[in-house]
Every structure is written in structure tokens, then in C-alpha cells.
């Protein structure tokens, strides 16, 4: 059996741990290779190693850090197709969402790129008879990132591009159930001059979790799960004294307006629900619409799209058009799903369309579901509060713009939102008042590009800064404020000053 291993200190290593974790291809169900779990002394050599780096690395100049990652996106783009087929492989999404990852995880390289500008600091002459304050960025030390399995690779690109370009060692920790792919970004930035030591991977557990929160030479934490964890990661790792960066769940909501043109509005909302098996955090999960007029137009578009939606295998053969979606990460997961669609059905929710027990021919052994609609979906339940990460749509019906909004903002997770509407007033008022993080105006899935920031409100995030971003910059540096005086001693000494200092 393959075995995936550590990359620590500019070579891939097995893992001095004991516990295998097996990895299945999820469109077979079958097992393709394995990764065992780090032991603590594992993730203590990853520690050393970054922490051993860090001192050259940080007085490399920013323009030759720069020029590492302008090589590392040169290698990411002659690589596009392999990397690829991995994500596809070990995740399951369809190969074109998997370029589609790659393509918004190379967005934030190229802004990496740009770090020579980034860190330039901001610099006042004369702010004082004869002094002048200047501010530096200067990097933090050792940062760690703990990422999920349904982006292998852009949640990562996320992190290390910014964390590495502006000085700092990296440590990361991918999930167990996709680790490949991080292997080979490892051996793609060593290929691109990074220095031994500087970007290392670690595959582990909540333990190995614990020791990177914990250890008093890891400065500044990424992490992107489910709230329980993220809540626990800003926890524990604050009262260790760490910048902490913790991304959880989400259930975002969208509104429909009377005035949209339903076909449109249907396809908008298909693919934001069920791309990638519906496991995004950005997924469009709940449309809610101000009227029930507008609501059976929506259900009765939506349905024939739903029941004919493809799924199958995320590499198409040769000659074939490619699928909708694959299938989940896991028999677990899928269990999970099918669980929710049981309990919404149970709570009263209308069936649509169920998605339940739906196999493509071929593959009767990988962790498929269907596509699922409901309508007359309920705030009171369980598939309205919670996320369910998988292929699921909800249609929620409000009686007006206000209660509307007002569902939305009584939710407890503000990851995203939506509205759809031709109506420039109810948009403008939507965007200003609604409580969530990153707002789309008739886009369903609005992740900003890489020179903005990610991020959530309420439940969906905990940190005081956003992922990538000019906030990416600000978490992975420390500011330093610098006031310098040269007097002209030729005009004497002006003798002590007991008084608060002014300019």
C-alpha cells in the first residue's frame, strides 16, 4: 500500500507513528493508499526545522522572496493537470472544479508576488521639529495552517503564499482524508528555491493539533473547520499567546425577489448548491424567497434541473461530457448527509426531489448521493440551522423583504450571502444591512479575488483578520513603529524633559 509521507526539512520522511488512516478514490469506494498518522516527535522535528529557518529566511530580501513565488506559480501552471487529477482523485469533485481550485489558489501566489510593495510600510517626514516615524512589517516565526479536506489545495494557497512571502516558516497540516496534494505543492516550492526547512507538512490528528497550538515557538495559527473546532483552535491557542485565524461553518442564504427572471435565477442557484457535492462553505444551501408566488415559480424550475443533474466519476472518458458533481469524501460523510435529508424529512419539510440511495451504474461502491430539494423549509429545523456539506437545497418562504433579511441575520453562521433581484434599492439596502461577511448581488457564490479578504461574521469565523487579502499581510507580519531624531548638537543640549513627550 502507498503511504503518503511527511515533508520535513526539504524531503519527504516517514512518519514515526503508528496509526494508518486510510485514503479511497470516492468515486470506487476503494482504498488507494495511506497516511500515517505524525507522532509528537514528528511534529516537534517539523517545529525545530521551522524554527531553524526562520532567521535566514526572515533577512532574505522581500524581492527574492517575491522571486520564489513568481517561480512556484510558474511550476503550479506546468503542473495544472497533474495536480489536478490529484485533488479528483483523493476528493472526488469533477476535474474542472479541481482547475477551478487550483486557479483561485494560483490568484493568491501572484498576490504573494507583489510583497516587496506590501511591505513597504508607510513613512512621515518632519512629523516633529527634526523627527521623522517610519513603520516596518517584520515577520512573526513559525506559522502553522490546520486545512480541510474539501479544498486540498486553494485553502492552503490561502496561508503559505502570504505567510512564506513575508518572512515567516510554515508548518502545514492537511486533512487526513486528501493529503496527497500536499505533498507535491511541497516538492513544487523546494523545485521553485525555497530554502530546506522553511515550508514543511506534517499529516496528523487532534493530537498533532494540540502540540501545534500549544508549543511556545508556533506565533500565529490558520485554520479553516467546522465552528466547534475553530472555536477551540481562537481558544487555545489565544491563551497560548498565538495570533489565531479560525475559519468554521457555514449556511448561507440567498434571497429571491419577486422581480427575477426565474430560469436565470434557477441555474445560478443549481450550481451554487450542488457543485462539489454541495461541500463548500460557500455553498448556497437556503434560497429564500419574499412570497409564495415566487416560490412555486422557483420550486417548479427547479425541480426538472435537480432530477437531471449528473453525477458520476470526476474525470470524464474519453469523449464524454464531464459530470455535474462527483461524490462525497467519505462513507461517513455520506451517512452524515443522508442523515439530514432523513431528519428534514421527519421534521415536515416537502421532499422535491430525494437524492437518497442514487448510484451511478459502475460505481455502486462510491460514496454517491443525489441531488435533493426540499421546499417549505423551516428556521426552527435542523436542516435549516445546521450545515450540511452536502448536495442539498432548501427553499425557506418569508412573507416580505424584512423577514427575510431578518431570518438571515437571526442566523447563528454569517459566512455569506446573496440576493437576486433587478431592484438597485432593495440590493443597496440588502448589502448594507445583512450580517455576513462576503455579499453577492445576484452572484451566488461571492469569494472575493485575492487582493480583497475571506471571511466570515458571527459563528462562521474567529480572529480579528480575514484570510489572504491585505489582511493576510497584517496577520502573517508584526507592525514596528520607528521615531528617529538626529540633533544638532552644535545648538546645545537642551538638558532633560520631564514632561510627556509631543511633536
Not at 403 to 417: D, K, R, S
Request: aromatic residues 10%.
Amino acid at each position: 500500500m502507498e503511504t503518503v509521507l511527511n515533508f520535513i526539512n526539504g524531503k519527504q520522511v516517514p512518519s514515526r507513528g503508528t496509526t494508518a488512516w486510510p485514503i479511497y478514490n470516492p468515486a470506487t469506494g476503494q482504498q488507494i493508499r495511506q497516511v500515517i498518522m505524525s507522532s509528537a516527535e514528528d511534529v516537534n522535528e517539523a517545529i525545530d526545522v521551522a524554527q531553524a529557518a526562520f532567521p535566514a529566511w526572515a533577512e532574505t530580501s522581500p524581492l527574492r522572496r517575491a522571486r520564489v513565488m513568481f517561480k512556484f506559480k510558474e511550476l503550479l501552471l506546468r503542473d495544472f493537470d497533474k495536480l489536478a487529477r490529484v485533488i479528483t482523485e483523493e476528493h472526488g469533485k469533477v476535474y474542472s472544479d479541481s482547475i477551478g481550485e487550483l486557479q483561485r489558489g494560483l490568484e493568491v501566489v501572484e498576490f504573494a508576488c507583489g510583497i516587496p510593495h506590501l511591505l513597504k510600510g508607510e513613512f512621515s517626514e518632519q512629523a516633529g521639529r527634526g523627527i521623522d516615524i517610519h513603520s516596518a512589517m517584520q515577520p512573526l516565526g513559525v506559522t502553522v495552517g490546520i486545512t480541510p479536506f474539501n479544498f486540498p489545495a486553494m485553502v492552503p494557497m490561502w496561508m503559505f503564499p502570504i505567510s512564506l512571502a513575508c518572512g515567516n516558516t510554515f508548518i502545514l497540516k492537511p486533512a487526513k482524508a486528501d493529503p496527497s496534494l500536499s505533498i507535491y505543492l511541497a516538492e513544487l516550492l523546494k523545485e521553485a528555491g525555497l530554502p530546506d526547512g522553511v515550508f514543511n507538512v506534517v499529516h496528523g490528528d487532534r493530537h498533532d493539533n494540540e502540540i501545534l497550538m500549544r508549543d511556545p515557538r508556533v506565533q500565529a495559527i490558520s485554520f479553516v473547520g467546522s465552528t466547534p473546532a475553530a472555536a477551540y483552535v481562537h481558544k487555545v491557542g489565544g491563551e497560548f499567546g498565538k495570533r489565531v485565524q479560525a475559519l468554521g461553518a457555514a449556511k448561507n442564504h440567498a434571497i429571491i425577489m419577486p422581480d427575477v427572471d426565474i430560469e436565470t435565477t434557477a441555474d445560478a442557484l443549481l450550481g451554487a448548491a450542488f457543485g462539489a457535492a454541495g461541500e463548500r462553505c460557500m455553498a448556497l444551501p437556503l434560497a429564500v424567497t419574499i412570497d409564495d408566488d415566487t416560490a412555486d415559480k422557483l420550486v417548479k424550475a427547479l425541480k426538472p434541473k435537480v432530477e437531471a443533474l449528473r453525477y458520476g466519476p470526476g474525470i470524464a472518458k474519453d469523449g464524454e461530457k464531464e459530470m455535474d458533481f462527483g461524490p462525497l469524501i467519505t462513507q461517513q460523510h455520506l451517512n452524515n448527509v443522508t442523515g439530514y435529508i432523513d431528519k428534514g424529512v421527519v421534521e415536515g419539510a416537502t421532499l422535491v426531489v430525494d437524492g437518497r440511495g442514487k448510484k451511478p451504474a459502475g460505481y455502486e461502491q462510491g460514496f454517491f448521493i443525489g441531488g435533493t430539494l426540499f421546499d417549505h423549509v423551516k428556521p426552527d429545523m435542523v436542516i435549516y440551522q445546521e450545515e450540511i456539506f452536502g448536495p442539498v437545497l432548501g427553499i425557506v418562504r418569508a412573507k416580505s423583504f424584512d423577514e427575510a433579511l431578518q431570518l438571515i441575520n437571526q442566523h447563528p453562521y454569517g459566512n455569506g450571502a446573496a440576493i437576486f433581484t433587478a431592484n438597485g434599492a432593495a440590493a443597496r439596502e440588502f448589502t448594507y444591512k445583512v450580517q455576513a461577511g462576503m455579499v453577492g448581488v445576484n452572484v451566488p457564490i461571492p469569494v472575493p479575488m485575492a487582493f480583497h479578504c475571506f471571511g466570515g461574521w458571527k459563528h462562521s469565523a474567529y480572529g480579528q483578520l480575514n484570510a489572504y487579502g491585505p489582511d493576510g499581510v497584517r496577520f502573517y507580519t508584526k507592525m514596528k513603529t520607528v521615531t528617529t531624531r538626529w540633533p544638532d548638537y552644535r545648538e546645545g543640549n537642551e538638558g532633560a524633559a520631564f514632561s510627556m513627550p509631543t511633536l
